[in-house]
């Protein structure tokens, strides 16, 4: 039994890291996205002026491109949370005891649709455009390369500027293309089945291996086989649940990254940019729980 432990905690172990693995590379996914949507909002402000316009533009006709390259870009945002948080078949969000967690927490891209929260932040002609697409983050990062086109022809920005900005909607879809990696690719089944199969084997033969141990210590001392074996099977299964709530961090579940949140801090941060007042207050967590 010692043997057969220790190889069981070494494939769950092995199974942990992997799946922490992908949890930690989707937050630093997400943590790329934020600088460079901070990188977007300070290039769009500072690169595009009227210094080589050819018909200059008023303040607040400037102000006006500004706004929609930098609302369309928040668009981009919600349109990606929104397809990171579909739901897919391995996932376990649909399991009974994920079903009645759910009580605690609320998912926003469940609540709302993507065509009522993407309105605000783009004109009726592009949300209709989006609307119309399979992947709308795609083509919403299209937009905007299609947008600077037409500004480097208007001379409001120059060939330098465009291709820096150019290059920031080119990380976008590095980012997003890692998102969806991550997000369509599950861990694969082969591991987290045999998993499942090997602590359940070693939760019962456990009891087999621990009665002769106890029975060295006197023939009364048996009893102590329930507790310990409890305690054991315990320690194992939630190791191995661990892992299985790592596998899918972009799940809608209690430990999910919190692309809601961290969404809503860059539109925050580039709403100022855009020295704006009324801004959206921060997401806070519920129940402990950040979405």
């Not at 609540?111 to 919403?140: C, G, M, P």
């Not at 980012?175 to 369509?184: D, F, L, S, T």
């Not at 809608?252 to 801090?265: E, V, W």
């Amino acid at each position: 039994m010692a043997i057969m432990g220790t190889a069981v905690a070494f494939i769950i172990g092995f199974q942990n890291n992997a799946t922490y693995n992908r949890l930690w590379e989707a937050r630093k996914i997400y943590g790329a996205i934020v600088n460079s949507s901070r990188t977007w909002g300070m290039m769009v402000k500072t690169f595009i002026t009227n210094k080589q316009a050819q018909q200059p533009l008023s303040d607040n006709e400037l102000k006006a491109v500004h706004g929609r390259l930098i609302y369309r870009h928040i668009a981009w945002l919600t349109a990606l949370r929104h397809q990171l948080r579909q739901p897919r078949e391995w996932e376990t969000m649909s399991k009974n005891y994920n079903i009645e967690y759910k009580k605690f927490f609320t998912v926003s891209e469940h609540e709302t649709s993507l065509e009522n929260d993407i309105t605000f932040y783009l004109s009726a002609a592009d949300t209709k455009y989006i609307l119309s697409k399979q992947n709308r983050a795609v083509h919403i990062i299209n937009l905007q390369a299609e947008d600077l086109k037409e500004l480097l022809n208007r001379g409001l920005i120059d060939n330098f500027r465009h291709i820096e900005l150019q290059r920031v909607l080119s990380d976008l879809y590095e980012h997003q293309g890692k998102c969806e990696r991550i997000k369509n690719f599950p861990y694969p089944r082969q591991y987290a089945t045999l998993n499942l199969y090997f602590v359940w084997l070693f939760v019962i033969f456990l009891p087999y291996g621990m009665i002769p141990e106890f029975e060295k210590l006197g023939h009364y001392m048996t009893w102590l086989t329930i507790p310990f074996c409890v305690l054991v099977s315990w320690i194992f299964r939630t190791m191995d649940k661990i892992g299985e709530s790592s596998e899918n961090p972009f799940q809608a579940g209690p430990n999910d990254i919190p692309i809601t949140a961290l969404s809503r801090t860059i539109e925050i941060d580039l709403r100022e940019i855009l020295d704006e007042m009324n801004l959206p207050k921060p997401i806070e967590a519920k129940n402990g729980i950040l979405m």
